[in-house]
């Protein structure tokens, strides 16, 4: 057959990086459970949030994987993994998980940093007398809006 006569085929989707991808975990006993997730970098990870670091062991199994493929990890006890479904990521959901993860740990800073100076400030007299915690508080309020 000619080159010109070849159609092309789409090729079917693998499990890499910025895939959603459905897999069912079948334990030992024969248990199975379904999850579906997103293969995303691992900075950008949060599993509670439906996005799998590429580096974990999960992920690990199942790259290079298409549908219908399986894979084995140790989860605990020995766990197989077929991969029911992949597809490409849609929208920027890993981008706005790490945006709201930086976030949050830049407001656990902010609360760590309040709750230093409220401690120093309830338990040190100074030279001068006694720091007034709540006028702190009050300031401190004020100064990081």
């Known amino acids: 057959m000619p080159a010109s006569e070849h159609k092309s085929h789409p090729?079917?989707?693998?499990?890499?990086?910025?895939?959603?991808?459905e897999v069912e975990m079948i334990d030992a006993s024969g248990e199975s459970e379904r999850l579906s997730f997103d293969i995303v970098p691992d900075e950008q990870a949060d599993f509670y949030s439906g996005l799998l670091g590429e580096g974990t062991p999960l992920a690990q199994a199942i790259l290079g994987q298409v549908a219908g493929g399986?894979?084995?990890i140790q989860a605990g006890e020995n766990c197989l993994v077929r991969i029911l479904a992949v597809s490409?990521?849609?929208?920027?959901?890993?981008g706005e998980a790490a945006a709201r993860r930086k976030a949050a740990a830049a407001e656990a800073l902010k609360q760590a940093e309040r709750t230093n100076a409220m401690i120093f400030a309830s338990t040190v007299e100074g030279k001068w007398g006694e720091y007034d915690a709540d006028g702190m508080m009050?300031?401190?309020d004020k100064s990081s809006s």
């Open 11 to 21: 090729t079917t989707p693998k499990v890499k990086l910025y895939t959603h991808v």
């Open 88 to 94: 490409p990521i849609e929208g920027n959901e890993a």
């Open 138 to 140: 009050e300031n401190w």
């Open 70 to 72: 399986q894979a084995r």
